[in-house]
Protein backbone atom coordinates (compact mmCIF):
# COMPACT_ATOMS: atom_id res chain seq x y z
CA UNK A 1 0.00 0.00 0.00
CA UNK A 2 1.12 3.47 -0.59
CA UNK A 3 2.48 5.74 2.32
CA UNK A 4 4.41 8.50 3.39
CA UNK A 5 6.34 8.30 6.72
CA UNK A 6 7.32 11.36 8.93
CA UNK A 7 9.47 9.57 11.51
CA UNK A 8 9.94 12.61 13.68
CA UNK A 9 6.76 14.38 15.18
CA UNK A 10 8.36 17.01 16.87
CA UNK A 11 12.17 18.88 16.47
CA UNK A 12 13.38 21.78 17.87
CA UNK A 13 16.55 23.25 16.52
CA UNK A 14 18.62 26.25 17.03
CA UNK A 15 18.28 29.43 15.11
CA UNK A 16 21.05 29.31 12.90
CA UNK A 17 21.49 24.92 12.96
CA UNK A 18 21.22 22.98 10.21
CA UNK A 19 18.01 21.09 9.66
CA UNK A 20 16.97 17.97 8.15
CA UNK A 21 13.44 16.21 8.31
CA UNK A 22 13.22 12.85 7.21
CA UNK A 23 10.40 11.01 5.30
CA UNK A 24 9.90 7.85 3.80
CA UNK A 25 7.88 6.61 0.95
CA UNK A 26 5.85 3.36 -0.14
CA UNK A 27 4.89 3.93 -3.45
CA UNK A 28 4.80 1.03 -6.34
CA UNK A 29 5.09 3.22 -9.22
CA UNK A 30 7.99 6.06 -9.76
CA UNK A 31 6.48 8.41 -7.34
CA UNK A 32 6.75 12.20 -7.74
CA UNK A 33 7.66 13.99 -3.98
CA UNK A 34 6.62 17.33 -2.56
CA UNK A 35 7.60 19.09 0.49
CA UNK A 36 4.46 21.39 2.13
CA UNK A 37 5.28 23.90 4.74
CA UNK A 38 2.24 25.26 7.11
CA UNK A 39 2.43 28.30 9.19
CA UNK A 40 0.37 28.46 12.34
CA UNK A 41 -3.34 29.41 10.68
CA UNK A 42 -2.33 29.41 7.26
CA UNK A 43 -2.78 26.60 4.21
CA UNK A 44 -0.28 24.30 3.02
CA UNK A 45 2.40 25.86 0.81
CA UNK A 46 4.46 24.23 -1.85
CA UNK A 47 8.49 24.29 -0.95
CA UNK A 48 9.56 22.11 -3.40
CA UNK A 49 8.70 19.15 -5.45
CA UNK A 50 11.00 16.55 -7.33
CA UNK A 51 9.20 14.68 -10.94
CA UNK A 52 12.52 13.50 -12.28
CA UNK A 53 15.93 14.56 -13.00
CA UNK A 54 18.19 15.70 -10.68
CA UNK A 55 17.85 14.26 -7.20
CA UNK A 56 18.93 17.52 -5.25
CA UNK A 57 15.74 19.66 -5.57
CA UNK A 58 16.28 22.96 -4.91
CA UNK A 59 13.10 24.97 -3.49
CA UNK A 60 11.96 28.28 -1.70
CA UNK A 61 13.38 29.72 1.41
CA UNK A 62 17.16 28.18 1.43
CA UNK A 63 15.53 24.44 1.60
CA UNK A 64 16.52 21.55 -0.94
CA UNK A 65 15.51 18.01 -0.69
CA UNK A 66 17.36 14.97 -1.72
CA UNK A 67 15.88 12.05 -3.30
CA UNK A 68 17.24 8.47 -2.84
CA UNK A 69 15.61 5.60 -4.58
CA UNK A 70 17.41 2.50 -3.03
CA UNK A 71 16.31 4.57 0.45
CA UNK A 72 12.90 5.23 -0.50
CA UNK A 73 13.25 8.83 0.84
CA UNK A 74 13.23 12.59 0.09
CA UNK A 75 14.49 13.91 3.56
CA UNK A 76 14.32 18.04 3.28
CA UNK A 77 17.57 20.29 4.84
CA UNK A 78 18.23 23.63 5.14
CA UNK A 79 21.71 24.69 6.22
CA UNK A 80 21.04 27.43 8.10
CA UNK A 81 17.58 27.44 9.90
CA UNK A 82 15.88 31.05 10.57
CA UNK A 83 13.28 31.79 13.20
CA UNK A 84 10.25 32.09 10.47
CA UNK A 85 11.21 28.13 9.77
CA UNK A 86 8.97 27.46 12.88
CA UNK A 87 5.97 25.58 11.28
CA UNK A 88 4.48 22.22 10.09
CA UNK A 89 6.25 20.67 7.50
CA UNK A 90 4.37 17.92 5.20
CA UNK A 91 5.87 15.00 2.87
CA UNK A 92 3.57 13.93 -0.25
CA UNK A 93 3.77 11.90 -2.86
CA UNK A 94 1.65 11.70 -5.92
CA UNK A 95 1.14 9.80 -9.08
CA UNK A 96 2.47 10.80 -12.79
CA UNK A 97 -0.55 9.74 -14.40
CA UNK A 98 -3.22 9.88 -11.92
CA UNK A 99 -4.63 13.02 -10.37
CA UNK A 100 -5.96 11.61 -7.22
CA UNK A 101 -3.56 9.59 -5.72
CA UNK A 102 -1.67 12.24 -3.43
CA UNK A 103 -0.86 10.58 0.34
CA UNK A 104 0.50 12.58 2.54
CA UNK A 105 2.63 12.34 5.58
CA UNK A 106 1.36 13.19 9.20
CA UNK A 107 3.57 16.16 9.65
CA UNK A 108 7.06 16.92 11.50
CA UNK A 109 6.88 20.26 13.84
CA UNK A 110 9.74 22.54 13.82
CA UNK A 111 10.09 24.89 16.41
CA UNK A 112 13.48 27.15 16.45
CA UNK A 113 15.01 28.47 19.53
CA UNK A 114 16.67 31.64 20.12
CA UNK B 1 -4.84 37.43 -6.69
CA UNK B 2 -3.20 34.26 -8.63
CA UNK B 3 -3.84 31.75 -5.64
CA UNK B 4 -6.34 29.77 -4.56
CA UNK B 5 -9.23 31.18 -2.14
CA UNK B 6 -11.57 29.78 0.04
CA UNK B 7 -14.74 31.45 2.26
CA UNK B 8 -15.82 31.81 4.42
CA UNK B 9 -12.53 31.85 6.35
CA UNK B 10 -14.23 30.62 9.64
CA UNK B 11 -17.33 29.24 10.14
CA UNK B 12 -19.11 28.26 13.66
CA UNK B 13 -22.07 26.34 13.48
CA UNK B 14 -24.49 24.76 15.77
CA UNK B 15 -24.75 20.90 15.70
CA UNK B 16 -27.16 19.76 13.29
CA UNK B 17 -27.25 22.54 10.29
CA UNK B 18 -25.80 22.63 7.43
CA UNK B 19 -22.69 24.26 5.78
CA UNK B 20 -21.00 25.56 2.61
CA UNK B 21 -17.94 26.20 2.02
CA UNK B 22 -16.50 27.77 -1.30
CA UNK B 23 -13.14 27.11 -2.69
CA UNK B 24 -12.32 29.33 -6.07
CA UNK B 25 -9.20 27.31 -7.72
CA UNK B 26 -5.86 29.23 -9.73
CA UNK B 27 -7.66 29.86 -13.15
CA UNK B 28 -6.68 27.25 -15.81
CA UNK B 29 -6.13 24.71 -13.10
CA UNK B 30 -7.99 21.12 -14.34
CA UNK B 31 -7.64 19.64 -10.83
CA UNK B 32 -9.58 20.66 -7.73
CA UNK B 33 -9.10 18.63 -4.36
CA UNK B 34 -11.05 18.88 -1.01
CA UNK B 35 -9.19 17.62 2.40
CA UNK B 36 -9.91 17.48 5.88
CA UNK B 37 -7.13 18.63 8.27
CA UNK B 38 -8.13 18.11 12.28
CA UNK B 39 -6.14 19.73 15.43
CA UNK B 40 -2.78 18.11 14.96
CA UNK B 41 -3.00 16.02 12.16
CA UNK B 42 -2.61 15.72 8.68
CA UNK B 43 -4.25 15.63 5.85
CA UNK B 44 -7.60 13.62 5.41
CA UNK B 45 -8.39 13.01 1.24
CA UNK B 46 -12.32 14.07 0.86
CA UNK B 47 -13.24 14.82 -2.97
CA UNK B 48 -11.06 15.28 -6.60
CA UNK B 49 -11.98 16.55 -9.22
CA UNK B 50 -10.64 16.62 -12.76
CA UNK B 51 -12.26 18.47 -15.54
CA UNK B 52 -15.28 16.88 -16.77
CA UNK B 53 -14.74 13.43 -15.46
CA UNK B 54 -16.76 12.27 -12.63
CA UNK B 55 -15.28 12.89 -9.18
CA UNK B 56 -13.52 10.68 -7.32
CA UNK B 57 -15.81 10.82 -3.64
CA UNK B 58 -13.89 7.84 -2.31
CA UNK B 59 -12.72 10.14 1.17
CA UNK B 60 -16.25 11.49 1.65
CA UNK B 61 -16.34 10.05 5.19
CA UNK B 62 -20.10 10.01 5.40
CA UNK B 63 -23.49 10.94 2.81
CA UNK B 64 -23.71 14.27 4.97
CA UNK B 65 -20.85 15.11 2.63
CA UNK B 66 -21.06 16.50 -1.08
CA UNK B 67 -19.29 18.64 -3.20
CA UNK B 68 -20.17 19.99 -6.78
CA UNK B 69 -17.82 21.98 -8.96
CA UNK B 70 -19.33 24.02 -11.41
CA UNK B 71 -18.48 25.56 -14.44
CA UNK B 72 -14.81 23.28 -14.04
CA UNK B 73 -14.35 26.12 -11.82
CA UNK B 74 -15.44 27.20 -8.53
CA UNK B 75 -16.61 24.35 -5.73
CA UNK B 76 -18.39 24.13 -2.99
CA UNK B 77 -18.28 21.86 0.21
CA UNK B 78 -21.41 21.03 1.90
CA UNK B 79 -21.84 19.07 4.78
CA UNK B 80 -25.71 18.35 6.04
CA UNK B 81 -26.84 18.01 9.62
CA UNK B 82 -23.21 19.20 10.86
CA UNK B 83 -21.88 16.37 14.30
CA UNK B 84 -18.95 17.84 16.47
CA UNK B 85 -16.76 15.87 15.02
CA UNK B 86 -17.19 17.55 11.76
CA UNK B 87 -14.87 20.60 13.42
CA UNK B 88 -11.58 20.84 11.54
CA UNK B 89 -10.04 22.78 8.61
CA UNK B 90 -10.87 21.97 5.34
CA UNK B 91 -8.49 23.00 2.32
CA UNK B 92 -8.91 23.13 -0.78
CA UNK B 93 -5.89 22.54 -3.52
CA UNK B 94 -5.87 23.33 -7.44
CA UNK B 95 -3.66 21.55 -9.55
CA UNK B 96 -2.68 21.75 -13.42
CA UNK B 97 -1.81 19.31 -15.50
CA UNK B 98 1.45 18.72 -13.47
CA UNK B 99 0.47 16.81 -10.30
CA UNK B 100 1.62 19.68 -7.68
CA UNK B 101 -1.23 20.58 -5.61
CA UNK B 102 -1.52 24.76 -4.60
CA UNK B 103 -3.93 24.89 -1.94
CA UNK B 104 -5.81 27.38 -0.39
CA UNK B 105 -5.72 29.12 3.40
CA UNK B 106 -8.54 26.69 4.29
CA UNK B 107 -11.96 27.54 6.33
CA UNK B 108 -11.90 26.58 9.74
CA UNK B 109 -15.11 25.11 10.90
CA UNK B 110 -15.98 24.62 13.92
CA UNK B 111 -19.61 23.28 15.16
CA UNK B 112 -20.79 24.01 18.49
Known amino acids: AQSVTQPDIHITVSEGASLELRCNYS??????LFWYVQSPGQGLQLLLKYFSGDTLVQGIKGFEAEFKRSQSSFNLRKPSVHWSDAAEYFCAVGAANTGNQFYFGTGTSLTVIP | GAGVSQSPSNKVTEKGKDVELRCDPI?????LYWYRQSLGQGLEFLIYFQGNSAPDKSGLPSDRFSAERTGGSVSTLTIQRTQQEDSAVYLC??????????FGPGTRLLVL
Open chain 2, 27 to 31: SGHTA
Open chain 2, 93 to 102: ASSPTAPAQY
Open chain 1, 27 to 32: YGATPY
